[in-house]
């Protein structure tokens, strides 16, 4: 059931967590549930839950989300398609993601923004970025679609670029495992995984949190990023609370 328009939410005091307002940045991979493409309703839905219960703490949070399960840029061109093209593709299958995650949202009784860096005004908001403050200060979960508008920039670098401009004050970076770590778990037993690691480290061990133009975009804007497990009911709203594991990715 969508919230009536006429209702704001009303959520708690912040000060039982660490920030104030935050970027939220998935993969479109995390919304497939167990499939091997699209969207999977019920793991949408708990992507959902877990916004709500963060906002409920009186957070304001902004999300991105990517377009890897519907379709990937980078691998269009590599199948010979021409990149430009390839990457407005990507960017449109991330309006699509966003719009079922703002349907899920408001389902949970959120309101919510789907906010577009390329015109389609009769399903998003074009970015104006005051608005978009305006948004967030009322207390609406404003999800940027769409990349940054152009090609060869991911959606690692647009929720940085979104972030910064936002003046939110950490990345949530919501993956697979728990954190990040010297090599993959998934292939080594003996990966060790960083409490804390340095923007420079990131780069120079190639350690895969984000992609190098959103790394150097975070240091140079003292932006933190939390690696985190998606998959790890109540992680988000754990973290925000200073509990659960994570990675904290810093200068």
Do not use: W
Not at 46 to 67: D, F, P, W, Y
Not at 176 to 184: E, I, N
Not at 193 to 217: H, N, Q, T
Request: proline share 4%; with cysteine.
């Amino acid at each position: 059931m969508s919230p009536s328009p006429d209702a704001e939410n009303h959520p708690s005091d912040t000060s039982e967590v660490s920030y104030k307002r935050v970027m939220l940045k998935i993969s479109g991979e995390a919304l497939m549930g167990d499939q091997g493409y699209g969207l999977h309703p019920p793991t949408v839905q708990r992507i959902a839950q877990e916004v709500k219960s963060v906002q409920e703490l009186g957070v304001e949070i902004c999300m991105v989300i990517g377009g890897g399960n519907i379709f990937r840029g980078l691998q269009g061109s590599a199948q010979g398609m021409e990149r430009t093209t390839a990457d407005y593709m990507g960017m449109l299958a991330t309006v699509m993601n966003a719009l079922a995650m703002q349907s899920a949202l408001e389902h949970e009784g959120v309101f919510t923004r789907v906010i577009s860096a390329i015109r389609m005004d009769e399903v998003a908001e074009p970015y104006i970025r005051r608005r978009a403050v305006r948004h967030l200060e009322k207390k609406r979960v404003c999800i940027f679609a769409a990349g940054t508008g152009n090609p060869y920039f991911t959606t690692d670098t647009a929720a940085t670029l979104r972030a910064s401009e936002m003046k939110c004050e950490a990345i949530f970076k919501g993956t697979k495992v728990d954190g990040v770590y010297d090599k993959d778990p998934a292939i080594h037993d003996d990966a060790v995984r960083y409490d804390e690691v340095s923007y420079d480290d990131v780069l120079v061990k190639r350690l895969g949190v984000m992609d190098a133009s959103a790394i150097a975009l975070a240091r140079d804007n003292s932006l933190p990023i939390i690696v985190f497990s998606l998959d790890e009911p109540g992680g988000f709203k754990g973290i925000l609370a200073g509990k659960g594991t994570y990675t904290k990715v810093h200068g």
